[in-house]
């Protein structure tokens, strides 16, 4: 199916241009002409207000977005990364492969409506509640591919390696059986789910050792050298107890035991790496790898802040993820990444690459070049051969209105006002109008439904 429209605003990869004619091809961007000639508009159909690329998210556990506002009770002692883990290990008990849709479709849903285009899922969950196999091992992943389905999120499916509870081979704990696979039982599953993943005709697939805690040293070699294709995403330096842990292990940092042991390049998205040091921050820069940033996520946690203006100094490759789905937005990931280093460094427009340059027009540019890097996709830019993924925004709204295009970007990031979204578009559909998504009624119905019950069995 093909079709034409002149986008009366549009972000191309070099800056803003004003009615812009795209052709449209199975969902691809077939042609692009930024001065049309009067022929070539008499086909066209018009699309009103300023269209920019849908972000890509690099970091996502969609079931987490069933717990959102189950965990921000205080708890006896000493809150923390690890005791927000053990709420997250309770709700597990009892959540079902129809919750794990219902949930999973609900937050891709909220993506979408919320400007994120296409999705790096982190898929670890992959067995029952007693860490049994389903009779198709990849029964979860399934879910999740339906989930993709029915919303139209772009996938990048990224099947998790979960084999050790700690730094030093531990066993992993009974809590975390439903992510345990040995290698062969992970190699199947990842076949399986390969396999599963052939009805989204756009889909990718990659691999994804959890952490350095949750593989041995050989079992990541082998992984690697397993002949799988697709990016490579792992969980890294994200709390300090963790590079502790990895220090008293092994002598080495994290991400200077990754770098020391294997050869991390643009394949990479190494996630959260919010402890580095001034070596590490170099190394990670300089090997062309994608630190995957979830700044919404790690305030909620608690994290810690990444070390983003060396980093961006270097001009380090980044981009955005909703990793625990506490808050599902992609203007607020930036924004919050950019305010961290504000309160950090007590400075301004810290993220912005020189003077004079839109603070909210740098970020969303490199949080989009990053993130399409991290899911292997043809997605984040306005240009033939990409998928027509984008988001329209409705010039008419009194949070852009007045302004000019040079600051509709950060307009748009530092108010988070989703509402000045009019249309979404996936693979040149019209996903979500007027801020709602297609199918949210049935989405949120189901959703309701299965979290009530859900909440009933958890008590
Ligand atoms: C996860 N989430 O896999 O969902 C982790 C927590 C862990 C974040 N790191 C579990 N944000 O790292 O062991
Ligand atoms: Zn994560």
């Not at 993709?148 to 979960?162: D, F, S, W």
């Not at 502790?244 to 996630?271: K, M, N, T, Y």
């Not at 625990?324 to 961290?340: D, K």
Request: hydrophobic share 45%.
């Amino acid at each position: 199916m093909s079709k034409t429209l002149l986008l009366e605003h549009a972000l191309l990869p070099d800056g803003w241009h004003s009615g812009v004619l795209v052709g449209i091809e199975e969902g691809v961007i077939a042609s692009l002409a930024t001065h049309p000639s009067p022929q070539q508009l008499e086909a066209a159909q018009a699309i009103a207000g300023a269209t920019i690329p849908g972000l890509p998210n690099l970091h996502s556990h969609t079931f987490q977005r069933g717990m959102a506002g189950l965990a921000e009770t205080r708890g006896p002692s000493g809150d923390s990364f690890w005791t927000w883990r053990q709420v997250m290990y309770r709700f597990l008990e009892h959540l079902d492969p129809d919750d794990v849709e219902a949930i999973a479709a609900m937050a891709m849903m909220e993506m979408l409506e919320g400007g994120f285009t296409s999705l790096a899922e982190f898929h670890y969950l992959h067995h029952d509640p007693g860490g049994n196999h389903y009779a198709n091992l990849a029964e979860l992943a399934l879910r999740i591919i339906a989930a993709a389905q029915q919303t139209g999120i772009n996938l990048t499916l990224l099947p998790v390696l979960y084999a050790r509870g700690g730094f030093g081979g531990q066993p992993v704990a009974a809590q975390q059986g439903r992510f345990y696979n040995d290698l062969d039982s992970y190699l199947a599953l990842h076949a399986a789910s390969a396999d599963a993943l052939k009805v989204l005709p756009h889909a990718k697939i990659g691999l994804a050792p959890h952490s350095l805690r949750a593989v041995t040293p050989d079992m990541l070699t082998a992984l690697l050298g397993a002949g799988l294709s697709g990016p490579v995403h792992i969980h890294i330096a994200e709390q300090v107890k963790e590079v502790d842990d990895c220090l008293a292990w092994s002598g080495r940092r994290p991400v200077e035991w990754l770098f020391d042991h294997h050869a991390v390049d643009a394949q990479w998205c190494l996630i959260h790496a919010t402890h580095m040091s001034e070596t590490e921050t170099q190394a990670l820069a300089r090997s062309g790898a994608v630190a995957g940033l979830c700044p919404v996520t790690e305030a909620n946690l608690g994290d810690g802040f990444f070390n983003a203006c060396s980093y961006q100094a270097l001009n380090g490759a980044w981009g955005v993820g909703s990793d625990s789905n506490i808050e599902i937005s992609a203007f607020a990931e930036l924004r919050c990444l950019e305010y961290g280093q504000r309160l950090l460094h007590r400075g301004r427009n810290l993220l912005a690459g020189a003077e004079g340059h839109s603070t909210g027009l740098d970020l969303y540019t490199k949080a989009l070049q990053g993130g399409a890097q991290a899911l292997q996709q043809p997605v984040g830019a306005l240009r033939v051969g990409a998928r027509a993924d984008w988001v329209t925004l409705d010039l008419a709204h009194p949070t852009l209105a007045p302004l000019p295009q040079r600051h509709w970007l950060d307009a748009l990031i530092f108010t988070t006002d989703r509402s000045a979204i009019r249309s979404v578009t996936v693979n040149g559909q019209i996903c979500v109008l007027n801020g709602r998504h297609h199918a949210r009624e049935a989405v949120t119905a189901r959703y309701t439904d299965r979290l009530k019950r859900l909440l009933a069995r958890v008590g």
